[in-house]
């Protein structure tokens, strides 16, 4: 196991430094572009904008100073380490026994993964954002008085903006503090941006943080349901208002699942079903996005379930929608039925995810109304019958 992880390691390292990844120089180039406060948001970079907050170009600006290749090779690296801490606290939080063979062998089998080695190929920053949303709910698990909890998800949150699904789930699994501090974190992240590059900041937090025109939506890498409903209808323009119920329903339905397993102390299972509702609310769900598999994956082991675990890791192995049409022509667009499905297979794999999350969840809830009425019910005769035997004697 050990040896498999080394080659892939040396691969990436390989790949790093001799491959120019299009996402890392759009990171570099706004790194550069942030200090000049009118460039950020009105000027491409390499033919594509700078989507992310003002922020996201801040933690960009040291990166940028160094020679690319060595940017490139120190950035996958971490963003290995971050995966292997990541699946640390994944097995920790399942409860499982952690070993070093054991971390070892996840880490290979997660960089397998299409998410994970999009992730790695494209220089993207999925895997720290994930390291560093994990961090805290780690925290929250263990009960920790830390000032610093929720911190993670709040800089995650300011530099991707979908994180802070995690400070709405904190402040309904009644982890007040833990929300705050992410909220705060967050609000101070943006005020940084807001000095470094105040015109941008403005012109990003007043028009195009939910501006999907800028991201092209409708790619086929884009596993969000609006994107898969954009590809059927034949365009945005034919998406009408009546779409914002449709993420709010899934907002409510996992939100509610996350909340009911946190108070039961199953917190791999919360953090799953936040991190998977975040993709179905978002708009934007890039294939490279989707690293919330790994405790999904691990979730479903945990639970017995070993074939749609093996079926969940070969479809996100596979990554089949990339052999479907893509290239934005007619049979990219409308129904196809089978293509269709394999085409959006991310999407179904994460509203089955939470599906199965959620009814189980609900089945839970209906046995242990049961019990409790069960309960009531049997009381009154038991304490007759004990008040009986005290007359007795």
Not at 49 to 58: E, K, L
Not at 59 to 88: E, H, K, N, Q
Not at 182 to 204: D, E, H, K, N, Q
Not at 334 to 348: D, E, K, Q, S, Y
């Amino acid at each position: 196991m050990y040896g498999l992880l080394s080659v892939e390691l040396a691969a990436v390292v390989v790949f790093a430094a001799t491959y120019n990844a299009l996402d890392f120089r759009i990171y570099m180039w706004g790194g550069h572009a942030v200090l000049d406060d009118s460039r950020l948001y009105l000027a491409l970079a390499y033919g594509h904008w700078f989507t992310y907050p003002p922020f996201a170009a801040v933690v960009f600006v040291p990166v940028a100073a160094l020679p690319l290749a060595v940017a490139r090779v120190g950035w996958d690296l971490i963003s290995v380490a971050a995966l292997a801490y990541s699946c640390t606290r994944i097995v920790q939080l399942a409860g499982c026994r952690l070993t070093r063979l054991a971390v070892a062998g996840f880490v290979a089998a997660a960089m397998v993964l299409d998410p994970v080695w999009q992730t790695l190929f494209l220089g993207q920053i999925n895997l720290i954002l994930l390291a560093l949303i994990l961090t805290d709910v780690w925290l929250v698990s263990r009960g920790s008085p830390r000032l610093a909890v929720g911190v993670g998800v709040g800089i995650a949150a300011a530099i991707k903006l979908t994180p802070a699904i995690f400070i709405v789930f904190f402040l309904l699994a009644r982890r007040t503090r833990a929300a705050l501090v992410a909220a705060g974190t967050f609000a101070g992240c943006g005020l940084i941006g807001f000095l470094v590059a105040p015109g941008a900041s403005r012109l990003y937090w007043r028009h195009l943080f939910f501006d999907t025109r800028r991201v092209g939506a409708p790619y086929i890498s884009n596993q969000s349901p609006y994107a898969a409903v954009i590809r059927i209808a034949n365009g945005q323009g034919h998406i009408g208002a009546w779409w914002i119920v449709v993420p709010l329903v899934f907002a409510v339905v996992g939100l509610a699942t996350a909340t009911v397993l946190a108070r039961r102390q199953d917190w791999l299972a919360a953090a799953a079903v936040t991190g998977t509702t975040g993709l179905l609310v978002s708009p934007i769900s890039w294939a490279h996005h989707w690293v919330w598999v790994l405790p999904a994956l691990v979730l479903l082991l945990r639970a017995g379930h070993r074939i749609a675990a093996g079926a969940g890791y070969l479809l996100f192995a596979v990554a089949p929608f990339w052999f479907t049409p893509h290239a934005a022509g007619p049979r990219e667009y409308g129904f196809h039925w089978l293509v269709t499905v394999v085409a959006n297979c991310f999407l179904v794999a994460g509203l089955a995810f939470l599906g199965w999350a959620a009814l189980g969840e609900l089945r839970g809830l209906k046995r242990h109304s049961a019990m409790a009425e069960d309960s009531s019910r049997t009381w009154p005769v038991m304490s007759g019958a004990s008040a009986d035997s005290r007359n007795a004697t």
